[in-house]
């Protein structure tokens, strides 16, 4: 079946340095979607990609798709306090009505 | 608006006792999700229902049952609780079924003894 792993696991950086995670799939995916979960909290959703090579922004976050739309990636520019939590991305399979696999997540802490 | 919608927050069952975790949403969503998390394994799928009256298999859905009876609710039963279920449990709701965004409840705490 579908796999979606992430890398790291977990990501310690100083206050004010950049961070990147990055998301695999074993197949080829219709779209990818990215949440946060902060620490005791729920996942919330931050945004999906559906293209080829799309790249968006949210203010310090930039999120990727992938060309073979099999990858994508999240970086966030100096980091805050407020950034803390648990990152995942999300994706179907790209043959339609197959369910939402999550990856394994990356948890990021900061270092004030 | 309440969203999604989850009760109990917490609860500590023994080995062999049922339960039943609710989940409801005021979103007119037909889509709605169980999940579990447990440290390390990130978000795995129970089971999903696309509309009342339909439900189908996650990843890892032995020893729970769904039923959706309407569009609103999506229970998820525990029918004999073992040690392996303690988790973390989120119920999920959205339009679609793998597009859109989901919308999580604020999660079910589950302790089996």
């Known amino acids: 079946g579908q796999q979606v792993m992430q890398i790291p696991q977990y990501q310690h950086v100083q206050e004010g340095e950049d961070f990147t995670t990055y998301c695999n799939s074993s197949?080829?995916?219709?779209?990818i979607q990215w949440y946060k979960q902060r620490p005791g909290g729920h996942p919330v959703f931050l945004i999906q990609l559906v293209k080829s090579g799309e790249v968006k922004k949210q203010k310090r976050l930039t999120f990727q798709f992938g060309e073979a739309k099999k990858n994508s990636s999240l970086h966030i520019t100096a980091t805050q306090t407020t950034d803390v939590g648990t990152y995942f991305c999300a994706g179907p399979a790209n043959f339609g009505n197959e369910k939402l696999t999550f990856g394994t997540g990356t948890r990021l802490t900061i270092i004030p | 608006n309440a969203g999604v919608t989850q009760t109990p927050k917490f609860q500590v069952l023994k080995t062999g006792q049922s339960m039943t975790l609710q989940c409801a949403q005021d979103?007119?969503?037909?889509?709605m999700s169980w999940y579990r998390q447990d440290p390390g394994m990130g978000l795995r799928l129970i089971h999903y229902?696309?509309?009342?009256?339909?439900?189908d298999q996650g990843e890892v859905p032995n020893g729970y049952n769904v039923s959706r009876s309407t569009t609103e609710d999506f229970p998820l039963r525990l029918l004999s609780a073992a040690p392996s279920q303690t988790s973390v449990y989120f119920c999920?709701?959205?339009?679609?079924?793998?597009?859109?965004?989901?919308?999580f409840g604020e999660g079910s705490r589950l302790t089996v003894l």
């Open positions: 999920a709701s959205s339009y679609g079924q793998t597009t859109g965004e989901l919308f």
């Open positions: 979103m007119n969503h037909e889509y």
């Open positions: 197949t080829t995916l219709s779209n």
């Open positions: 229902s696309v509309g009342a009256g339909i439900t």
